[in-house]
């Protein structure tokens, strides 16, 4: 009796394993079974809306998501296949249009190029040398912590600001700004690293003028940041470029990275960083900070 159940069972295995394997496609590289896309169709329509908006609207829905590039600095990001978009500075963007299939496959690429013919006068960029395209760039920061030891240390080459810190050491780069009472303004880079660990790159905005071998945090405490790489808030241990504000952890005290002005004259735009073990550091660049419209 026990030797006809094995062989039930043996055989009804096997049924199992041929009726399995049978729903297996043949092959997994473009004939219709779903892991790669068949709709390349990634072309996009530009409709200027206002000056300094346009509206971004894919040509096909065929797909699962669209990344959008918007000619910035900041790369693709995961954006809704009809986006508004904002583009407050003068000049020509290459903006570029990828459709992903099943598994993240990128299925297609667009690009159109939109020419900004002004820039936004109640957005412009008031940060000065955030592109540390040479030394008069550079020249428009300071350092509250001027390079103390070889642990903590802001390296300027390549059109980037370079931090690296070891042992917990940091520093806290910054300019003044020009701010009006009741007016909301916003922060943004593009920032680049292969990961690092145990470590902070944040951006505060406050009225208190940073000191000397004095960590900053504007006018509140270290949990006021706008913008921000942190690895204890879930960003920055693994390898990133793109927008800070993409990239980087939302701060739960405040979801939009808001600095509203209470008062208006001198604010302080500050990078404060720090950290255990930066590895090769966090660079940023295409520093921003704007009126909201």
Same mark, same amino acid.
């Given at each position: ?55 971004? #609207? ?14 910035? *600095? &900041?790369? $693709? @990001?995961? %954006? +809704? ?31 159109? #190029? ?14 000065? *040398? &955030?592109? $540390? @395209?040479? %030394? +008069? ?51 943004? @880079? ?104």
């Amino acid at each position: 009796m026990k030797t006809k159940i094995s062989k039930i069972k043996i055989l009804s295995f096997l049924a199992a394993s041929l009726f399995i394997s049978s729903c297996v496609p043949d092959t997994v590289d473009g004939d219709g079974n779903g892991l790669t896309p068949t709709n390349s169709d990634a072309s996009f329509t530009v409709t200027k809306t206002s000056e300094n908006h346009y509206t971004l #609207t894919a040509s096909n829905q065929n797909y699962l998501f669209s990344k959008w590039d918007l000619g910035d *600095g &900041g790369g $693709f @990001a995961r %954006a +809704a296949n009809i986006y508004d978009i904002f583009l407050p500075d003068e000049g020509n963007y290459v903006i570029q249009h990828q459709i992903i299939g099943q598994g993240g496959v990128v299925a297609g690429t667009s690009s159109q #190029t939109v020419k900004v013919d002004m820039s936004d006068p109640n957005s412009g960029n008031m940060i000065q *040398g &955030g592109k $540390f @395209a040479d %030394a +008069a760039d550079v020249a428009k920061w300071s350092l509250a912590f001027p390079n103390p030891s070889g642990t903590a240390l802001w390296t300027f080459a390549d059109g980037k600001a370079t931090f690296v810190a070891k042992g917990w050491e940091r520093n806290v780069m910054y300019q003044a700004v020009n701010v009006v009472a009741g007016r909301k303004y916003k922060a943004d @880079a593009v920032v680049s690293s292969k990961g690092v660990a145990d470590s902070w790159f944040e951006i505060y905005v406050g009225y208190a003028k940073p000191t000397a071998n004095t960590d900053y945090t504007g006018d509140g405490n270290d949990s006021t940041w706008l913008r921000g790489i942190n690895t204890w808030a879930g960003s920055g241990t693994s390898p990133f470029n793109g927008k800070i504000s993409s990239v980087g952890s939302t701060n739960s005290n405040n979801p939009t990275g808001t600095f509203t002005a209470t008062q208006t004259g001198v604010a302080y735009f500050a990078i404060r960083s720090g950290g255990n073990d930066m590895k090769e550091g966090i660079s940023i660049t295409n520093i921003e900070f704007r009126g909201v419209n």
